[in-house]
């Protein structure tokens, strides 16, 4: 029998690390071993601590393995410190194994860090140049070429998969196989090994339960080379393991389940049936649900269908932005009405097809207006969208905001980082109705920001979307983000304001909130990058708005395709 090693962290909760490792060597017909790097606390719904394993003791577990037991071959995966990295690479250097499978295991499913910032360097110098094949993911691998201030630090497409594997491969590599289940529609694997580029295409399964995909994919690779086979046919065959695994996924826990590692067992005897996905020839590395797939082309369709219906959407906005509010509702093809006498609220909800509430220009008149149509929205199932402008400049203003949010079921709440932070619960910045914080493109801040996002919308069971630099959507369970738009949109009064009416539109057209939200914003951000081109010499913030209305009244499914820039995170 063929031994394999796996060097990893392990994983509580069995769906990833090495105990998806072992599960994985044993599938495929080889004995498994471990070194362990690191203690990990998590389960389905994330990871919560980290306990790092000494150095020397990992240095330890590697001579006990290979002063006693042929090693053919080795899988790596989570490496956190710079003192564990050096511990590997000295004792993969001693004794000098074959068929090295490195995973650079960065950041988990729930987004937590797993591999400190100040390692990456040392994991690129010290790890990568002794792997026999690299299996990063496209955030991976983006992070990995950020840190080296490479000439391509973005993957948008399955060109620069392409470039970024080269860059990769120059950092002393046999082969790179990156993975781009990250990318919108079908999932395309690129596999370099120096002289040709090999393309795997597969169909998306429809699953939440990815957890663990990436350690079970290298570890089959690991298992395949031991027994064996090229590279080509080592990559060809995990791939097949993977979707498998993934099509009969284990619906285990409240957040993202593992794969079934052991489903040919399961198989035979009797424990699983035949699935609709079991004729699928290649696999899929990083599969989510088809019906929660939002690429640039489905929201273009969402278009149409919101012109096709003319939606009314109901308004209870501020004074400010009243007139840009409507004019936008009415250039995306939606009918705007702006109502919010207590007399009338409820009857006008119950005619609308959406409603839209802003704090912007509070009074208790208005308030009251606000958690009566609120209310009855609730009570007819017609969906609810709120702007929390100003949350956290004055007490007031928060203390209404939550009152809201307390009494009244939410379909999507869109606002800056401040005003999220506020509701949420965390002290903030806020200069009147301005955010004093950005969504910082920092890593670290980023995963926070994103976790800060995930957890506000589980607790509420609503959609959260943050608008910025960078804009964060998500229902809790799936996270998106989306980076169209201009710097100059902050120089305009109202384009939050116009962009949670647009979310307004768009959820009166249909019944996926989160496809709403990602819809309006990116609508939006086009609108924003659009509307500068359009600028003259003399243009301006004035022109600007113009602009802004211009391009959404000419929006197509097709700028909408060709111009959204949404990420699945």
Same mark, same amino acid.
């Given at each position: 029998?063929?031994?394999?090693?796996?060097?990893?962290?392990?994983?509580?909760?069995?769906?990833?690390?090495?105990?998806?490792?072992?599960?994985?060597?044993?599938?495929?017909?080889?004995?498994?071993?471990?070194?362990?790097?690191?203690?990990? @606390?998590?389960?389905?719904?994330?990871?919560?601590?980290?306990?790092?394993?000494? #150095?020397?003791?990992?240095?330890?577990?590697?001579?006990?393995?290979?002063?006693?037991?042929?090693?053919?071959? !080795?899988?790596?995966?989570?490496?956190?410190?710079?003192?564990?990295?050096?511990?590997?690479?000295?004792?993969?250097?001693?004794?000098?194994?074959?068929?090295?499978?490195?995973?650079? !295991?960065?950041?988990?499913?729930?987004?937590?860090?797993?591999?400190?910032?100040?390692?990456?360097?040392?994991?690129?110098?010290?790890?990568?140049?002794?792997?026999?094949?690299?299996?990063?993911?496209?955030?991976?691998?983006?992070?990995?070429?950020?840190? @080296?201030? #490479?000439?391509? $630090?973005?993957?948008? $497409? @399955?060109?620069?998969?392409?470039?970024?594997?080269?860059?990769?491969?120059?950092?002393?590599?046999?082969?790179?196989?990156?993975?781009?289940?990250?990318?919108?529609?079908?999932?395309?694997?690129?596999?370099?090994?120096?002289?040709? /580029?090999?393309?795997?295409?597969?169909?998306?399964?429809? $699953?939440?339960?990815?957890?663990?995909?990436?350690?079970?994919?290298?570890?089959?690779?690991?298992?395949?080379?031991?027994?064996?086979?090229?590279? =080509?046919?080592? !990559? *060809?065959?995990?791939?097949?393991?993977?979707?498998?695994?993934?099509?009969?996924?284990?619906?285990?826990?409240?957040?993202?389940?593992? *794969?079934? =590692? /052991?489903?040919?067992?399961?198989?035979?005897?009797?424990?699983?049936?035949? =699935?609709?996905?079991?004729?699928?020839?290649?696999?899929?590395?990083?599969?989510?649900?088809?019906?929660?797939?939002?690429?640039?082309?489905?929201?273009?369709?969402?278009?149409?269908?919101?012109?096709?219906?003319?939606?009314?959407?109901?308004?209870?906005?501020?004074?400010?932005?009243?007139?840009?509010?409507?004019?936008?509702?009415?250039?995306?093809?939606?009918?705007?009405?702006?109502?919010?006498?207590?007399?009338?609220?409820?009857?006008?909800?119950?005619?609308?097809?959406?409603?839209?509430?802003?704090?912007? $220009?509070?009074?208790?008149? *208005?308030?009251?207006?606000?958690?009566?149509?609120?209310?009855?929205?609730?009570?007819?199932?017609?969906?609810?969208?709120?702007?929390?402008?100003?949350?956290?400049?004055?007490?007031?203003?928060?203390?209404?905001?939550?009152?809201?949010?307390?009494?009244?079921?939410?379909?999507?709440?869109?606002?800056?980082?401040?005003?999220?932070?506020?509701?949420?619960?965390?002290?903030?910045?806020?200069?009147?109705?301005?955010?004093?914080?950005?969504?910082?493109?920092?890593?670290?801040?980023?995963?926070?920001?994103?976790?800060?996002?995930?957890?506000?919308?589980?607790?509420?069971?609503?959609?959260?979307?943050?608008?910025?630099?960078?804009?964060?959507? *998500?229902?809790?369970? =799936?996270?998106?983000?989306?980076?169209?738009?201009?710097?100059?949109?902050?120089?305009?009064?109202?384009?939050?304001?116009?962009?949670?009416?647009?979310?307004?539109?768009?959820?009166?057209?249909?019944?996926?909130?989160?496809?709403?939200?990602?819809?309006?914003?990116?609508?939006?951000?086009?609108?924003?990058?659009? #509307? /500068?081109?359009?600028?003259?010499?003399?243009?301006?913030?004035?022109?600007?708005?113009?602009?802004?209305?211009?391009?959404?009244?000419?929006?197509?499914?097709?700028?909408?395709?060709?111009?959204?820039?949404?990420?699945?995170?």
């Amino acid at each position: 029998m063929k031994n394999v090693l796996t060097i990893a962290g392990s994983d509580c909760s069995g769906g990833a690390g090495i105990q998806a490792d072992l599960k994985t060597f044993s599938a495929n017909g080889v004995y498994g071993m471990s070194v362990i790097t690191a203690v990990t @606390v998590q389960n389905t719904t994330g990871v919560f601590d980290v306990q790092d394993i000494d #150095a020397n003791i990992i240095k330890s577990q590697i001579d006990a393995i290979f002063t006693d037991i042929k090693v053919d071959s !080795v899988k790596i995966g989570m490496v956190s410190k710079v003192d564990t990295i050096n511990a590997i690479s000295e004792k993969l250097k001693e004794y000098n194994p074959i068929n090295v499978v490195l995973d650079p !295991v960065m950041i988990s499913k729930s987004g937590y860090s797993l591999l400190k910032p100040e390692s990456k360097k040392t994991l690129i110098t010290k790890l990568i140049p002794l792997a026999d094949i690299i299996t990063p993911n496209i955030p991976e691998a983006e992070e990995i070429l950020r840190e @080296v201030n #490479a000439e391509i $630090t973005s993957i948008k $497409t @399955v060109e620069d998969m392409e470039k970024a594997a080269k860059e990769i491969y120059k950092f002393g590599c046999k082969n790179v196989l990156l993975k781009g289940g990250h990318m919108v529609g079908d999932a395309i694997d690129i596999l370099y090994d120096g002289e040709e /580029f090999f393309h795997f295409h597969s169909e998306r399964i429809p $699953t939440k339960n990815t957890h663990g995909t990436g350690c079970t994919l290298s570890s089959a690779i690991a298992s395949n080379l031991a027994l064996g086979f090229n590279m =080509h046919d080592s !990559v *060809t065959k995990a791939k097949d393991y993977i979707t498998k695994a993934i099509i009969h996924s284990l619906d285990i826990g409240h957040g993202v389940g593992p *794969t079934n =590692h /052991f489903y040919e067992l399961y198989k035979k005897a009797g424990l699983i049936t035949e =699935h609709p996905y079991d004729d699928i020839e290649e696999s899929v590395c990083a599969p989510y649900d088809n019906s929660l797939t939002k690429s640039p082309k489905d929201i273009g369709k969402l278009l149409s269908k919101l012109r096709g219906k003319s939606p009314l959407v109901h308004h209870i906005t501020n004074y400010v932005t009243v007139n840009d509010c409507a004019n936008i509702t009415l250039a995306i093809g939606a009918s705007p009405v702006m109502a919010d006498d207590i007399n009338e609220v409820e009857d006008m909800v119950s005619i609308a097809s959406s409603l839209v509430l802003n704090i912007g $220009t509070l009074n208790n008149r *208005t308030v009251e207006s606000i958690i009566l149509a609120g209310k009855k929205a609730n009570e007819l199932n017609i969906p609810v969208v709120l702007d929390p402008v100003g949350a956290g400049a004055t007490p007031y203003r928060t203390k209404i905001a939550k009152k809201i949010m307390e009494e009244i079921k939410l379909s999507v709440i869109r606002g800056n980082l401040s005003e999220i932070k506020t509701l949420y619960g965390i002290k903030t910045q806020t200069k009147g109705v301005d955010s004093v914080e950005s969504i910082s493109s920092n890593e670290n801040d980023f995963i926070k920001t994103k976790k800060l996002a995930m957890d506000f919308a589980n607790k509420l069971d609503t959609i959260i979307a943050i608008t910025g630099e960078i804009d964060i959507i *998500t229902d809790g369970k =799936h996270i998106y983000s989306i980076k169209n738009g201009h710097e100059i949109m902050s120089k305009v009064t109202g384009t939050g304001c116009m962009c949670t009416s647009l979310i307004g539109s768009y959820l009166g057209s249909g019944k996926d909130n989160l496809a709403a939200a990602l819809a309006g914003v990116v609508s939006m951000g086009i609108a924003g990058e659009m #509307a /500068f081109e359009r600028l003259d010499k003399c243009g301006g913030s004035g022109s600007l708005k113009v602009n802004i209305l211009d391009v959404i009244y000419n929006l197509s499914e097709e700028v909408i395709a060709k111009r959204g820039k949404i990420y699945e995170d």
